[in-house]
Nanobody, 118 residues
Framework: QVQLVESGGGLVQAGGSLRLSCAAS????????MAWFRQTPGKEREFVAR????????NYADSVKGRFTISRDNAKNTVYLQMNSLKPEDTAVYYC???????????WGQGTQVTVSS
């Protein structure tokens, strides 16, 4: 099992920045990818960014490319999401997720609220 705990959400004005953190514990040696998703009320959960755990591979949603950066610190078992130039439409609950291989994400954090005011 892998446990994920997010932190770093909050309220920020449009154009501002936030950094989210996701600390993993448990069987972290089984992690293949870690990713960030986000969800707003009434909408499906949306992919934001993904990073592989053992090789340097990054993926981003088109809506955040050039503004968000995902990174990892394997020594701390932590993944970060640096969010710059935030827009009101980035407002959502952000979730950290991990998988053990390609495809379905097996583990999820509890989510952290990000609110961007206009």
């Amino acid at each position: 099992q892998v446990q994920l705990v997010e932190s770093g959400g909050g309220l920020v004005q449009a154009g501002g920045s936030l950094r989210l953190s996701c600390a993993a514990s448990g069987r972290t040696d089984s992690i293949y990818h870690m990713a960030w998703f986000r969800q707003t009320p009434g909408k499906e959960r949306e992919f934001v960014a993904r990073i592989s755990w053992s090789v340097y591979s990054l993926n981003y949603a088109d809506s955040v490319k050039g503004r968000f950066t995902i990174s990892r610190d394997n020594a701390k078992n932590t993944v970060y999401l640096q969010m710059n130039s935030l827009k009101p439409e980035d407002t959502a609950v952000y979730y950290c997720a991990a998988n053990k291989g390609l495809g379905t994400y097996d583990y999820w954090g509890q989510g952290t609220q990000v609110t961007v005011s206009s």
